[in-house]
């Protein structure tokens, strides 16, 4: 069996299941095309194989890549040795469904590749550090760029907690799946994304300051320019970022 590189954040789950629920969660279907993000050492790949019409698997380590044929010999199964950051994912068909036990250390960016994508998948279907998890579908008052970002675009939805110890090599922290189910339409039709989060950006330039001041500071204007936005927007000049909601966002993009 290969070693697991540090430096890919390889952990990988052996757990039936804990594999199973990820399944469950993403609700795959027997005309469902799947992109596998990462597929290691193929446990997942093989209960994909099982319930979908086709899975792509997208692997970066080139003899993980190399042996997942052998170690899933499926004919619905399509092995792509590339990092998925450069996978186009206009060639899948309209649809398709994301599962992925995710490395840690890029989490952020692959939702964010997948959710701002010109062609989207219908859901991602996610295993991800706890945390992440949590911070991803937070409320107000606990927001950020990332939560802001994920629910822009989608709904997510938490599931099941897969504990460290299921892990070979076990990481520190426990993990969690979540699903993000995305939206049909956008969520906001009368404002440009570029624009939305143009706004957004500035108010958590400087986390710790109060809205008066990072939005003077990150969109360039006096602080009571700043204020007099928030006023209009029906938001507290002393309110942080955290605590606003989308529509606030929304409110305050509309005013730009």
Known sequence: MPTPKKSLGQHWLFDTDSLHAICEAADIQPEDTVLEIGPGLGPLTIELTQRAKQVIAVEF?????????????????????DDFMRFDLSQLPKGYKVVA????????????????????????????QKEVAERIAADPGDMSILAVSAQFYSDPELGRVVPAAMFNPAPKVDSQIITLHVHDAPLFNDVAPKDFFAVVRAGFGEKRKTLRNSLSGGLRIEKSESEVLLQKADISPGARAEELSLEDWHRLAKLM
């Open 101 to 128: 036990n995710v490395p840690y250390y890029i989490t952020s960016k692959i939702v964010r590749t997948l959710l701002e994508s010109p062609t989207p998948p219908k859901s991602a279907t996610l295993l991800v």
């Open 61 to 81: 380590d080139e003899q993980l890549a190399r042996e997942l044929p052998s170690r899933v010999p499926a004919a619905n199964l399509t092995v792509v040795h």
